[in-house]
């Protein structure tokens, strides 16, 4: 399957001219949703890793797990009894985002827990105008406090993601170099240029991540040139292996920098953040 078949969108509306974050001014934080309707891409393990080596690099970071499987809420050790207020409360009750907070294990790394009562906020919020926007509204405050908001979406383009794409300034979009990873990344798309003319004009593709990529065999090669060929330069040249280490991390509750710093998935996620990074500091500097 050709890529250029199966994406039919003209995605250089939606893609951003450099790789970076969104433009902003100084006190406000860059805002990223890291999404893909498609689960077992690395959706999860990117925006955990990217928000632990980001703060490793010296910014203060939010994460805002806004998916009702919670796995970066106990990939980053937040305990059950832990997680409320959080997510819920903050898109469906409306509270405070400082009551919604925890840190973490990383110095400099907070994070907004989910839980699984985030699987009904659809229906709760499905008759409030403005449904679409409370994220964006919720995030404000981070104003001042944050550099950097990663927000782990839901495995869907239901409306907590539209809430991620409508509070963010660019996507970060992990492919798996798989063929059937392909598939869907049309309506993705699609949903982004949606946003992007309805609610939100500075949406942009900014990072695409090649994910569980495997060099040894000529699928992933020929996933890799065809997703390059698309996205252009906003593909990082920095490819994610596939690493039980990454995998075992979030059994002891920590990411992979506090897990097994040297281990080749750490590697890569330590290098497109510090490509992140020195973009942002040049965006601010």
């Not at 040894?216 to 060929?229: D, K, P, S």
């Not at 990411?255 to 490509?275: C, F, N």
Request: aromatic letters at 4%; hydrophobic letters at 45%.
């Amino acid at each position: 399957m050709r890529l250029a078949a199966a994406v039919i969108v003209p995605a250089r509306s939606i893609i951003a001219g450099d790789l970076g974050p969104n433009s902003f001014v100084t006190t406000m934080p860059r805002i990223f949703a890291v999404v893909n309707q498609k689960g077992g891409v690395g959706k999860t393990t990117t925006a955990v890793n990217l928000a632990a080596f980001l703060a490793l690099e010296g910014e203060r970071v939010l994460l805002a797990d806004i998916d009702a499987q919670a796995n970066a809420t106990s990939g980053l050790g937040i305990a059950p009894v832990e997680r409320s207020p959080g997510s819920w409360d903050l898109l469906v009750e409306t509270r405070p985002l400082a009551d919604c907070i925890r840190a973490t294990s990383v110095p400099g790394l907070d994070i907004v827990p989910a839980t699984i009562d985030l699987a009904g906020a659809e229906i709760e919020m499905a008759a409030r105008p403005g449904r679409e926007l409370a994220l964006r509204h919720a995030l404000r405050e981070a104003e001042g406090r944050y550099d950097t908001v990663l927000i782990d979406s839901p495995p869907s383009l239901g409306l907590l993601t539209l809430n991620a794409l409508a509070a963010s300034g660019e996507v970060i979009l992990p492919v798996q170099t798989e063929f059937y990873a392909l598939e869907g990344l049309s309506r993705l798309l699609q949903t982004i240029q949606l946003v992007q003319r309805g609610m939100n004009p500075s949406l942009k593709v900014g990072l695409v991540l090649l994910t569980l990529y495997d060099s040894r065999t000529r699928l992933a090669q020929q996933v890799a040139a065809e997703v390059r060929a698309y996205f252009g330069d906003v593909v990082s040249a920095t490819t994610v292996p596939r690493s039980v280490r990454l995998s075992e991390a979030p059994g002891h509750g920590v990411p992979v920098a506090l897990y097994d710093r040297t281990s080749p998935g750490a590697r890569a996620y330590s290098e497109i953040a510090r490509e992140i990074h020195r973009y942002g500091n040049t965006r601010t500097g």
